[in-house]
C-alpha cells in the first residue's frame, strides 16, 4: 500500500479534488481536521498552547480560539514554529495508526495545507499538487471565508509560490475553469493503481 500525499495553495481545491478520490474508493487522511480535533481535544496540547499563549487562547467550553491563534502567529514565524513542533508530531502518529487500518488499500492520501513546507511530503511515495489560478483561488477563498481580497492575498503570500511546490511533487492537478479536475483524476486515480502492482 502506498502512501501519497496531496497539497495545494489556498482556495486551490484540495477538499474537491479528494472527495473526488473518495468517490473513486480512495482513503483520504485530512491532516488539518486531524490538527484542529488535537488542539481541541489532546490535554497535552492545549497545555502546551496555554503555556504559550495564555488561557485565554480557548473558551470556557474548551474550545480553541482558531482566529487569535492564527492572529498570534500569522507573521511571528518562531510562534508559528513552535506551534506546528507541537501539533504536527502528532497528527502524523494518529495517520501513522489510521494507516495501519488501512492495509488493503491501493493507497491512501494524506492531505495537509503545508505538506511541502513542512518537509514531510518526503516520508510518502507518491505528492500531488493541486494548481488553480491565482484570480480564481482568491474569488474562491473570499467567498468561502467572507474575508477581503487584500486578505486573501496575504494568506498566499505567506504561502510557498506554485513554482517552487511543482519542483517537489510527482503529479500536478490543474483545477482552473479551462480544465475539468474529475477525468484528470480518475486518469491518475488508473496511473497511481497500475504503480501499486
Same mark, same amino acid.
Given at each position: 500500500?502506498?502512501?501519497?500525499?496531496?497539497?495545494?495553495?489556498?482556495?486551490?481545491?484540495k477538499?474537491? %479534488?479528494?472527495?473526488?478520490? #473518495?468517490?473513486?474508493?480512495?482513503?483520504?487522511?485530512? /491532516?488539518?481536521?486531524? %490538527?484542529? @480535533?488535537?488542539?481541541?481535544?489532546?490535554?497535552?496540547?492545549?497545555?502546551?498552547?496555554?503555556?504559550?499563549?495564555?488561557?485565554?487562547?480557548?473558551?470556557?467550553?474548551?474550545?480553541? *480560539?482558531? #482566529?487569535?491563534?492564527?492572529?498570534?502567529?500569522? @507573521? *511571528?514565524?518562531?510562534?508559528?514554529?513552535?506551534?506546528? %513542533?507541537?501539533?504536527?508530531? %502528532?497528527?502524523?502518529?494518529?495517520?501513522?495508526?489510521?494507516?495501519?487500518?488501512?492495509?488493503?488499500?491501493?493507497?491512501?492520501?494524506?492531505?495537509?495545507?503545508?505538506l511541502? =513546507?513542512?518537509?514531510?511530503?518526503?516520508?510518502?511515495?507518491?505528492?500531488?499538487?493541486?494548481?488553480? *489560478?491565482?484570480?480564481?483561488?482568491? =474569488?474562491?477563498?473570499?467567498?468561502?471565508?467572507?474575508?477581503? &481580497?487584500?486578505l486573501v492575498?496575504?494568506?498566499? #503570500? @505567506?504561502?510557498?509560490s506554485?513554482?517552487?511546490?511543482?519542483?517537489?511533487?510527482?503529479?500536478?492537478? =490543474? @483545477?482552473?475553469?479551462?480544465?475539468?479536475?474529475?477525468?484528470?483524476?480518475? /486518469?491518475?486515480? #488508473?496511473?497511481?493503481? &497500475?504503480?501499486?502492482?
Open positions: 500500500m502506498k502512501k501519497i500525499g496531496i497539497t495545494g495553495g489556498i482556495g486551490s481545491g477538499s474537491t %479534488a479528494c472527495e473526488i478520490f #473518495k468517490l473513486l474508493g480512495v482513503s483520504v487522511f485530512h /491532516a488539518d481536521d486531524e %490538527a484542529k @480535533n488535537l488542539q481541541n481535544n489532546n490535554l497535552q496540547i492545549k497545555n502546551h498552547l496555554i503555556e504559550l499563549f495564555g488561557e485565554h487562547l480557548y473558551s470556557e467550553d474548551g474550545l480553541l *480560539d482558531r #482566529k487569535m491563534l492564527a492572529g498570534l502567529i500569522f @507573521n *511571528d514565524t518562531k510562534a508559528l514554529a513552535k506551534v506546528n %513542533a507541537i501539533i504536527h508530531p %502528532a497528527v502524523r502518529q494518529n495517520f501513522l495508526k489510521w494507516v495501519e487500518n488501512k492495509q488493503n488499500d491501493n493507497y491512501v492520501l494524506y492531505e495537509a495545507a503545508i511541502l =513546507e513542512s518537509g514531510y511530503s518526503v516520508d510518502f511515495d507518491r505528492n500531488i499538487l493541486i494548481l488553480a *489560478d491565482e484570480k480564481i483561488r482568491i =474569488e474562491r477563498v473570499m467567498k468561502r471565508d467572507s474575508i477581503s &481580497e487584500e492575498k496575504e494568506r498566499i #503570500k @505567506n504561502q510557498m506554485d513554482s517552487e511546490k511543482i519542483n517537489l511533487v510527482d503529479y500536478v492537478l =490543474e @483545477n482552473s475553469n479551462d480544465k475539468l479536475l474529475i477525468p484528470q483524476i480518475i /486518469a491518475l486515480d #488508473k496511473v497511481i493503481r &497500475e504503480d501499486c502492482k
